[in-house]
């Protein structure tokens, strides 16, 4: 049988691969594209689901859910491709309990949880080491930033626990990385989670809802549309679904993509998937064992996202955001929750069992593991949790060609000797995937820049005439090109940090605890010489 001859394959129809796709056609409406897809829908990590809700059924999204106003790339599509954003919904008391089965829940309504005095203090100081060195890291090439083999050699956890001082941060931070990463902090590099937050704005920008944060809009319909749309953009015809690639060839004229059953011929390739299911294709020529190392050492975290569906948003009317910050317990499977309600009003919560909680959940039945999650949402937010109509769940590790969820990470000693390799095209082969972004990398924004750049790369290789100036220069000199929207809002992204550094909101809270302090004791001095005088 002669193979199909293509121009491009693509491997790989999620968020990346399929902005790949559109671009180059946008630019050559002759190139003749395939994209090759292993599961039998598009959307890669995004996923939207219809489940029974109060006014019947209504969407919700099982992935990828959340941009915000400083993610240009995933917000010029949504535009592009006619699709709205609302806000996620943050008023009202959040609640927060760390510190283990006895500790108190507590709640609070500002971005910094209420901590001790000690532990507000300590989170300044951490706030302020890592942001100081967030300033210092060379996104496009970390191994050129100061200190960067030490910082490398390190994990995070290491890294907490040489800087902070009390217990109440360390596990702070813990569930912060757990809550964004879906690993522990001693699964991953210091300087990775330092390039990470860099390429978002800083820490802050990761964890919170509020303003150019990363959980600040939603898009009504949910996220898969994106990827549908642009297939339907592509043409369906030219996706073929149920199609995993097992080997790519090159030689001097072309390059052969297998998949089980059928062998195309083509000029490029661009891979769009994650690294780890990257490093299961066969290549051949082999290729070079710094790329090898690098996909075979980059481990995807591990997230269960569940909707609970209810006739109310009975939280709402309690004074709450629907939000819930939660420590690692025996009996209370999730580290984080937030309001779900979607735009038909229909009340829900969404939540994440993730880390080292999802690895330990996963194992149990279905049903243990909802009453598990019924039950600490009944505890935190009242007994009305308990009335829910419906119960969704998602587990990433068991989606075939995903095996994880959010994103690959890399453990200490991969990015100062092994990074350059991650974007670096083999012969014919170019990579995409979020993974491989420079701004909001590991988020769906940073999908659709990685598929661009790798789509200009090609256009470089097959067609520079597709180029305008500035891109063939940008091209040849490594260079992410940028349009002037994007340019500003990477200038948005350098340090120092979005509007205030994140350790003055910290600051502010300390003195108010302290004001607090002294005014209570002032007034409690002032009773006992009352008192003494009385006597």
Known sequence: MTAEIWDVIIVGAGLSGLSAAHFLRKRNSQMRI?????????????????????????????GGQWVGRTQTHILDLIKELGFETYPQFNTGKKVHHIGGPDAKVRTYRTSIPALSLMALVDLTQILWRIDKLCATVCVLDPSRTPNAVELDSMTMHSYIEQHTWTAEITEELGLAIRSVFGVEPSQMSFLFFLMYATAAGGLLPLLESTSGAA???????????????????????NVRLGSAVTAIWQDAEWARVTTVTNTFLCRAVIVSCPPHLAAKIHYQPALPSQREFLTQNMPVGHMIKFVVTYQQAFWKEKGFSGEIVAGPLINCPF???????????????????????????????????????ISSLSRFLGPKAASFIHYEEKDWAKEEYNGGCPVNVMAPGLLTYYHPSLRKPVGRIHWAGTE????????????????????????????PMALSKEEQEAMQHGETVMTPLQQAQLHKLSYPSIGKEPYNLVLEQVHARLFAHKTTNRHSNEHERDEAVAQ
């Open 34 to 62: 395939l994209l090759l897809e292993g599961k039998d829908r598009v959307g890669g990590r995004t996923f939207s689901s219809e489940i029974p809700a109060a006014n019947g059924v209504d969407r919700w999204d099982f």
């Open 215 to 237: 959980q600040e809009l939603k898009i009504k319909g949910g996220t898969q549309q994106l990827s549908e749309s642009l297939a339907g953009l592509v043409g369906w015809k």
């Open 335 to 373: 580290c984080v929750t937030f309001d779900a309600t979607s735009p038909n009003g229909n009340a829900a919560l969404v939540g994440f069992i993730s880390g080292m909680q999802a690895t330990m959940w996963s194992s149990k039945e279905d049903g243990e593991r909802r009453n598990a999650v």
């Open 436 to 463: 491989t972004a420079t701004q909001w990398c590991g988020y769906m924004s940073g999908a659709v820049q990685a598929g661009q750049r790798a789509a200009l790369e090609v256009l470089a290789e097959l067609c």
